[in-house]
């Protein structure tokens, strides 16, 4: 193995971590049931109504989110895309990360590919328009 490729121990319990948190979103996805009216999942956190959705009758762009991860963790696809496909998306990156993180941990170096600041952005940027085109289609669908 080329030692250059090697990650430091602080790197490695740092990737462990961030797979540690993505395991526990996840998981807390999965216990969740999802909300039939496709939002408002959240509640069952302990978590406040939308205050947008209160005081201007539309959801906002995050409507949904944990709804769809909810959706997405019990294998419902379609119904998670229906809800927010933004946070459909967010929900498969993070579990895409989970792995990746872990692996990476795991192994010492980096896992298939070496993450840079023009990936992340790019991604970031793909899923922060997906989001809002997606809340563009629900506010249109009324």
């Not at 379609?78 to 990360?97: M, S, Y």
């Not at 298939?112 to 023009?118: A, G, K, N, Q």
Request: hydrophobic fraction near 50%.
């Amino acid at each position: 193995m080329d030692e250059r490729r090697l990650l430091s121990l602080r790197l490695r319990l740092a990737l462990a971590g961030i797979s540690l948190v993505g395991a526990m979103l996840l998981f807390t996805a999965w216990r969740l049931s999802p909300d039939p009216r496709g939002y408002g999942t959240h509640e069952q956190l302990g978590l406040a109504p939308c205050a947008f959705y209160a005081w201007t009758g539309w959801k906002c762009p995050s409507c949904g989110m944990t709804t769809a991860w909810a959706h997405a963790m019990h294998g419902d696809l379609p119904a998670a895309l229906h809800a927010n496909a933004g946070g459909t998306l967010l929900c498969g990156l993070v579990v895409l990360a989970t792995v990746w993180a872990a692996a990476s941990a795991g192994m010492g170096t980096w896992f298939v590919i070496r993450p840079s600041p023009r990936w992340l952005l790019g991604i970031g940027s793909a899923g922060l328009m997906i989001t809002i085109l997606d809340w563009v289609r629900r506010l249109a669908a009324g």
